[in-house]
């Protein structure tokens, strides 16, 4: 199982995710949001330093010199595009870092997922299927989506699973089933306060999926 663990403020904790193996780490540059990293973590070090973990910057319906901009400053090795962002956009930017498209999902919605992804097919590296709305998403307060609608849907591109997971969560999770299922996204339950996160939470959660 690939975790990402969303919402890094502080570079203590982006070493600590590090030496757990965590698989990627969420820099969120909305501006909205209380998980910004605006200047709370230095970009020199966090360029320059040798990490094994993906950096993922997050965006909602940016300017593409802000994201290149980032790209730049951070070293980030992924974006996540979160808002409205055209298949162009997520096109131009896949010849610099790889991409994340993100689709919000209406909980109770019975969307097609496989409508709903259709024109990014061909340009983006991963989809994110998360609860619907940007404060459910960035505020802290996710509710999750009907996870059996993707069971429906072929995909056929690696995608991250969001929106409200829990620790409480962990053996569902585990459980999910679908060929394309590629990594869990976890963010504010896993919280002592806004982008300070739980390690020991994230280390009972990894631990779930060492079990049998």
């Not at 780490?25 to 909205?32: C, D, N, R, V």
């Not at 790889?98 to 969307?111: L, M, P, Q």
Request: charged letters at 30%.
């Amino acid at each position: 199982m690939n975790i990402k663990v969303c919402g890094i403020t502080q570079i203590k904790q982006l070493r600590q995710l590090e030496a757990m193996n965590i698989d990627f780490a969420g820099l969120i540059f909305y501006k909205e949001s209380p998980r910004y990293v605006g200047d709370k973590l230095p970009k020199e070090e966090i360029k320059s330093a040798d990490f094994d973990i993906k950096k993922v910057g997050v965006f909602v319906n940016p300017e593409m010199i802000d994201v290149l901009d980032a790209i730049d400053d951070y070293g980030l090795d992924i974006v996540q595009l979160h808002g409205d962002e055209t298949p162009e956009m997520c096109e131009d930017l896949s010849s610099e870092v790889e991409v994340i498209k993100a689709f919000r999902i209406v909980k109770g919605d019975n969307v097609n997922i496989d409508k709903l992804v259709q024109l990014y097919d061909a340009v983006c590296d991963y989809y994110l299927f998360d609860t619907a709305g940007l404060k459910e998403s960035f505020g802290g307060t996710g509710q999750q989506f009907d996870w059996s609608i993707l069971n429906k849907a072929k995909i056929e591109k690696p995608f991250f699973l969001s929106g409200g997971i829990g620790l409480e969560d962990a053996q569902r999770v585990k459980a999910f089933k679908h060929p394309d299922f590629y990594a869990v996204d976890i963010n504010s339950k896993f919280e002592k306060e806004p982008g300070v996160k739980d390690m020991a939470g994230i280390l009972q959660f990894i631990q779930t999926f060492k079990t049998k």
